[in-house]
């Protein structure tokens, strides 16, 4: 029985995504190496995000609200398919755009995902702090009551820890759809690797795991914070969504795994190792990745791989969260 049955929802996404054996890179490293593409949830451009903004309009449709206000990096993929998703439900959309990232290349600012929320004619706005979640959550709560002297009536999916996680339930869900899939083909997991930022998906999916009475770790790598700190946002994060759903389920600390190894040097700016594995998926499977997410999560696999930390009787799963779109906003991969 899925945890998320009695909450409200609309269907964003194309589920169950597909869930294909890297043939390539499994040869090379003798172990069988599986990709979770979540990169086809469809939704402009696909990616994580979908899942969880199921749960997050779903409440917004429930409580009559006309708009959905929501804020992020300026090539945030949970921006753009916010506006996605507000386009198909039928509702307006504004969004906050923060400075979280130094890159002064004109294409970082035009290309990408601003160029597809503008295209989709979404309202923005600016914040000029990028590590001001509370700020930013609370000019998001001034706009909705401006909206609402005007009679109009916002919904605003925030972004600090300070707020139930309601899209963490995408990944619980997620996770049962995974396991299911996993049981279907015979598969015993020997792990799972996963991003971990605004840690919805990383939580989310511990918790669907754990819940589909899987074990196997779920290796969640750092995108946006160290380790410690991103362990602390996971552990507050879990217990939250474990208080939503009425779990009766433990998970101990030692089980949220938080791996910064590629952070450096920060979120949004990929290092050599993590244009390597882009360019890497690239051209053994024609996979494409991200530098802010996916990049990095594949970035610590491939290590991982190369390190002998899987062995040839091994299934090891990585879950492709998207943002393919941010591609473009990063010619200097492909220069030369």
Not at 20 to 41: G, H, P, Q, Y
Not at 260 to 277: C, I, N
Not at 313 to 322: A, K
Request: some cysteine.
């Amino acid at each position: 029985m899925s945890l998320t049955k009695d909450f409200p929802r609309v269907e964003l996404s194309h589920r169950p995504t597909p869930l294909e054996l890297m043939t390539n890179v499994s040869a090379e490293f003798d172990t069988r190496v599986w990709i979770k593409r979540d990169d086809c949830t469809g939704l402009a451009f696909g990616g994580n995000k979908s899942r969880q903004l199921e749960f997050y309009i779903g409440q917004a449709m429930e409580q009559g609200a006309d708009t959905l206000l929501t804020t992020g990096a300026v090539q945030s993929n949970h921006v753009r398919m916010t506006v996605a998703a507000a386009r198909k439900m039928g509702l307006e959309v504004e969004v906050q755009l923060e400075h979280r990232v130094d890159r002064e290349q004109p294409e970082y600012h035009r290309s990408g995902n601003p160029y597809l929320v503008r295209l989709m004619g979404a309202k923005i706005h600016y914040y000029p702090e990028g590590e001001d979640e509370a700020g930013a959550d609370h000019a998001l709560e001034r706009r909705a009551a401006e909206l609402a002297s005007k009679g109009r009536k916002a919904y605003v999916i925030p972004l600090s820890n300070a707020h139930t996680p309601y899209g963490a339930l995408g990944y619980v869900d997620g996770a049962e759809e995974l396991i299911a899939q996993l049981q279907a083909l015979d598969i015993e997991p020997k792990g799972f690797i996963v991003p971990s930022g605004s840690a919805s998906t990383h939580t989310g999916f511990l918790l669907g795991a754990r819940a589909s009475g899987c074990q196997a770790p779920v290796h969640g790598v750092c995108v946006r914070r160290d380790a410690v700190s991103q362990k602390q946002r996971v552990a507050t994060k879990l217990q939250s969504v474990i208080d939503v759903v009425g779990a009766d389920i433990e998970i101990p600390e030692t089980e949220i795994l938080c791996d910064d190894s590629m952070l450096a040097p920060g979120y949004g700016l990929p290092s050599e190792a993590t244009v390597e594995a882009i360019k890497y998926l690239a051209r053994r499977e024609g996979i494409l990745l991200d530098p802010t997410y996916s990049g990095k999560t594949f970035a610590v696999l491939l290590a991982l791989l190369r390190q002998g930390g899987y062995g040839r009787d091994d299934n090891v799963i990585f879950l492709h969260t998207g943002g393919t779109a941010s591609l473009f906003a990063y010619p200097e991969l492909v220069e030369e």
